[in-house]
């Protein structure tokens, strides 16, 4: 959910609390990797099993409707357009990075620049959802701005 996601430093904030959290637990060999953890400190939740409904993609396969393949809804339709944001990491170069888009079949449409993407100007429910997911009262966002507001959340949730 690419329209939850504030701006590059929200992406950054996210990154720095998944490597302190990485570091700060036992190595094992089940551990969430770098990119995982990235969107669970990117998320407004702490809960990962909802973190992942939100962030995941819906395959459009009939042969999979079933209770652990729900049909897709009209929010994860594959009719409906979305914005995807697409985190490099451990990419060597950016030649290895826009392999990486080839592959996956991200390259369909001209990419938007991400500052233009994220200093859109946001809707009235564009707003109220960010609020609700990232539990913000209007008062904070009032004293500073929603994206710092945001980026408070998201870099003290695991920590305090």
Do not use: W
Request: hydrophobic share 30%.
């Amino acid at each position: 959910r690419a329209n939850r996601v504030i701006s590059l430093q929200h992406v950054a904030v996210a990154a720095n609390a998944a490597l302190l959290r990485r570091r700060q637990r036992d190595p094992s060999p089940n551990k969430q990797s770098a990119a995982m953890e990235t969107i669970l400190c990117l998320a407004g939740s702490t809960n990962t099993f909802s973190i992942f409904q939100e962030y995941t993609f819906v395959v459009n396969n009939n042969n999979n409707n079933d209770a652990t393949h729900p049909p897709p809804t009209d929010e994860t339709s594959s009719d409906k357009p979305c914005a995807i944001l697409v985190l490099g990491f451990d990419c060597a170069d950016t030649d290895e990075y826009n392999s990486f888009l080839q592959t996956t079949g991200l390259t369909t449409e001209p990419s938007t620049c991400p500052e233009t993407y994220f200093e859109r100007e946001r809707t009235q429910d564009e707003t109220n959802d960010l609020m609700k997911v990232y539990k913000l009262s209007k008062q904070e966002i009032d004293m500073s701005s929603l994206e710092e507001a945001v980026l408070t959340r998201v870099a003290t949730k695991y920590f305090i």
